[in-house]
C-alpha cells in the first residue's frame, strides 16, 4: 500500500529508501531475530559495519567533515526503513548520528578517535539527572560496546566528549524487554575534569538534538507499525478458520484499518514536525507531539497485530511479540508519554 509519504517522496529520498530497503531486505531480515535474541552474539557489530558503506552510519554529519549532511526529514525516513526489520539497529543508529551531530554542531574540528564509517559507534547519552554520586541516565541505546560518550551536564550548554572509563561507569543492560539489538546501557556520570569539554552546544542546540531525537523515536515507532502492519495483513490472508480467511471477519478488518490509520496519521504527523516551515531546527513542541502520536499508535498497532495472530503472536518465531516490546521501549524513551504530554504545556 503506498502512503501520502510515498506520494511526497522526491527522487533523491526515493533512491535514498530504495538503497536502504535493498539493505534491510539483504541483511537486516535474516539477522534481525538473532540480534533480538543474541545481541551479544557479535551480528550487531557485524551488521553495522556493513551499514557503514551506506553512509546513513554518518548520516547527520557535515559533509567537510565526512558525513552525508542528510536533512533531518530524509534521516527519519532512514530510521523508518530500518526499523521495519529491526527497531533495535534503528534506535543504535539514532544514538552515534546524534552524538555525531552534537560534536559537529558544538564546533569540533577534531574527530580523531570518533567512529565512522561503521567502524564501532558513539552514543548521545540523554537526559543526565541527578543521582547520588553525580549523573545518570538509566538508558543509552549504544551505550554497550560504544567507544565515546557524548553528553551536556543538566542546565549546562558544555558538550563533553568522554571515553569509557575516563569518570564515567557503563552498566550494561542485561536482557532489556525491548530494543535489544541497540545495546543499551546505564551510564553514570562522576568527576568530568574541564579537559572533556569539546565544545558549546548553547539552548538552540541542546533543544535541537531533543527536537531530533524524538522524531527520531517517532520514525522508529512507525516502521514498527508498518512491519505489524504487514505481518499481521500476510498473517490473516492465510489463516483460515470459521469457514474463511480470517482477512474476511469484521473484527480483523477493523483492526487491520485502524493500524493503517495510524500509520498514515504518525507519518503526516512526523513529516510536517520534521520540514516545519523550512528552518534547520524542527520545533520541539511539533516533535514532541509526533512522537507521542507515533508511539502510541504503535503500540495499539502491535498489540493488535499480537491479537490477530492469537497464540501464535506470543510465540517467538511469528516475530510479533519483539514488535509489541520494542514499541513498548519507544514509548517510554526519552521519558514516558506522560512527561512529554505536560512538557507541551510549558
Known sequence: MEFTRDLLLDDERRMLLESVSSFRAQVLDEFAREMDERPSSGRVEEVWKQAGPLGITEALLSGDKG??????YS?????????????????????????????????????DGVPLAGEGWAALSFPLKTAEHGYRVDFVPGGSGASLFVF????GDDLYRVYPGDGI???????????????PAALLVGEV?????????????????????????????????RQAYDKAYAYARERYQACDYIINHEQIRLMLSDML???????????????GDGSVSPRLSACRAAKVLACGRT???????????????????????????DAKYCQSFPRSPQEEMLALLD
Open 67 to 72: 558525513g552525508q549532511g542528510m536533512d533531518i
Open 75 to 111: 534521516f527519519c525516513l532512514v530510521l523508518e526503513e530500518v526499523a521495519r526489520s529491526s527497531a533495535g539497529l534503528s534506535a543504535l543508529l539514532l544514538s552515534h548520528n546524534l552524538a555525531l551531530r552534537a560534536l559537529d554542531h558544538s564546533g569540533v574540528s577534531d574527530l
Open 152 to 155: 551536556a551536564l543538566p542546565g
Open 169 to 183: 561507569s557503563v552498566e550494561e543492560i542485561i536482557d532489556p524487554l525491548g530494543l535489544r539489538a541497540a545495546k
Open 193 to 225: 575534569g574541564d579537559e572533556m569539554v569539546c565544545g558549546k552546544l548553547g539552548e538552540a542546540g541542546v533543544g535541537q538534538l531533543e527536537a531530533i531525537l524524538l522524531l527520531g523515536i517517532g520514525s522508529i515507532s512507525l516502521g514498527l507499525a
Open 261 to 275: 490509520l495510524g500509520i498514515e496519521a504518525s507519518g503526516v504527523a512526523v513529516r510536517q514536525a520534521a520540514v
Open 299 to 325: 503500540v495499539s498497532a502491535t498489540t493488535d497485530g499480537v491479537q490477530i495472530h492469537g497464540g501464535y503472536g506470543y510465540m517467538r518465531e511469528y516475530g510479533m511479540e519483539r514488535l509489541m516490546r
